[in-house]
């Protein structure tokens, strides 16, 4: 019996090279989107969507994540209740943060697992625009 079950294992195939990447950076980026940035994860509806990419919604925006090693994304922008706090999660979970010093005060930069700049923004309040429309 102990033979049998050794037999059996031998021929499972093995989970090649390239799924194992894939499945790393969908961890990757659903740790990164939706637990650090706080993004809902959606999945497409759509046959032609890319089965390499996906997508999140955050900050009023939807984002496509490519984790390819040939994608160049041009860097993101989110306004954000509090760039600062959101930093500070990226920082304590590993990630890069940098201050720009020619940034407007309170913008801040995370890298994704990806390379991809992400220039947090401080949201105004809707005190803060009226008080701008009216000045």
Not at 29 to 49: I, K, M, N
Not at 71 to 93: F, G, K, Q, Y
Request: hydrophobic fraction near 40%; charge should be negative.
């Amino acid at each position: 019996m102990y033979r049998d079950r050794l037999m059996t294992a031998k021929l499972r195939p093995a989970r090649s090279e390239a799924s194992a990447r894939a499945s790393s950076d969908l961890v990757a980026a659903q740790s990164f989107y939706r637990d650090v940035l706080g993004g809902r994860q959606l999945w497409p509806t759509e046959r032609e969507a890319r089965p390499e990419s996906v997508r999140f919604f955050i900050a009023g925006r939807l984002i496509e994540v490519c984790p390819a090693p040939d994608n160049t994304a041009e860097t993101l922008e989110l306004c954000v209740e509090s760039p600062a706090s959101i930093a500070e999660r990226c920082w304590d979970s590993g990630y890069t943060v940098q201050l720009p010093v020619d940034a407007p005060p309170g913008e801040i930069v995370v890298i994704d697992p990806f390379g991809r700049p992400i220039t947090l923004i401080p949201r105004l309040s809707e005190y803060a625009l009226g008080a701008e429309a009216a000045g």
